[in-house]
């Protein structure tokens, strides 16, 4: 991170992981930004979609599906903290997954002209 504007946009997606998922976004916005720098943005796509995986699988296992309550969609998150959390982890991952690729993806066609 040598330039000012990559440390800005750095900064800039911890704030935005930070608005989605709290503390734990700006956390998740990070360690994707430490896995994009040591890995690639697809390592990133790649984390966020294992840590989908985990929220499926808590979803089943923290609470099981009973459809008895009457708010049942609504108290989803509330009976099933730990998949809300996975989930929201894993939706701030996939920003940083996508917005490093769009950087990217950017660069590469600025630096052969079109």
Known sequence: MSRPGVVVRA???VVVGAVIGGPI?????????GIARWRGYRAVAGAALL????????????????????????????????????GRVAGVLALVAVVLAAVRERARSADSGG
Not at 25 to 33: D, S, V
Not at 69 to 74: K, Q, S
């Open 11 to 13: 900064i800039a997606l």
């Open 25 to 33: 976004g700006a956390a998740a916005a990070l360690a994707g930004l």
């Open 51 to 86: 840590v989908l995986i985990v929220a499926a699988v808590l979803t089943v296992v923290e609470a099981p599906a009973t459809g008895e309550a009457p708010d049942y969609l609504f108290d989803f998150a509330l009976d099933r903290s730990l998949a809300a959390e996975a």
